[in-house]
């Protein structure tokens, strides 16, 4: 469900509300704009039994908000403050691996920000996963051990970020038990 309306913006201590002469409606906004024509999108918690309205300035940044709500990991809240993120931005720090800049955004830590990057970056090279904490002989262990056993590489680097972290190889047979049963 996607509603479109033209309100003012209304803050008052930590809550920002979106108004008009009728009604206000309680949003999560992370925006500057005063007033504008807004989209709003309804989340539904279950475990609260509430409905949280999202605010989106454009509307792919509401297709954007879905794609990142898939990532495991990411919840309504993460996915928001992602999709209302500078776009340019966002795709240069995932061309780049650059997990600081997803920890600067509110309520990312360093778990999830990998997760996203790992989500979201089509190709994974040395560097990385060098980012990632991982030990680069042990890295190719582990890949060259289950590609013999006939896995994909690309299936393998999937997985690696939901291992323990760091990888070291005092863990290698865990990692690797951890691994074959994903995959």
């Keep these: ?19 008009n002469e009728v ?8 925006g500057k704009r005063k007033k504008w024509t807004w989209f709003l999108h309804p989340q539904i918690d279950i475990n609260r039994n509430t409905i949280k309205y999202y605010a989106f300035d454009k509307g ?4 954007q908000f879905h ?45 999830i920000a990998k997760r996203i990057l790992i989500d979201l970056k089509p190709h994974l090279d040395k560097d990385d996963f060098e980012s990632l904490a991982i030990d680069e002989k042990l890295l190719k262990d582990i890949l060259s051990s289950l590609h013999d056993l006939g896995y994909e590489r690309k299936e393998i680097k999937k ?11 005092a863990n290698l047979k865990d990692i690797m038990k951890r691994l074959i049963d994903n995959l």
């Excluded at 009604?23 to 992370?30: G, N, P």
């Excluded at 792919?60 to 297709?63: L, Y």
């Design 23 to 30: 009604f206000w409606v309680q949003v999560e906004y992370f």
């Design 1 to 19: 469900m996607f509603h479109i309306f033209t309100w003012t913006c209304a803050k008052s201590w930590s809550e920002t509300y979106l108004k």
């Design 67 to 111: 794609q990142f709500n898939k990532i495991q990991g990411v919840g309504p809240k993460h996915a928001y403050y992602l999709a209302m993120s500078d776009p340019t931005l966002l795709s240069m720090a995932v061309e780049n691996f650059d997990i600081k800049y997803f920890t600067n955004l509110p309520w990312i830590g360093q778990k």
């Design 60 to 63: 792919e940044q509401k297709s």
């Design 159 to 169: 997985l690696l970020p939901h291992c323990p972290h760091p990888l070291k190889k």
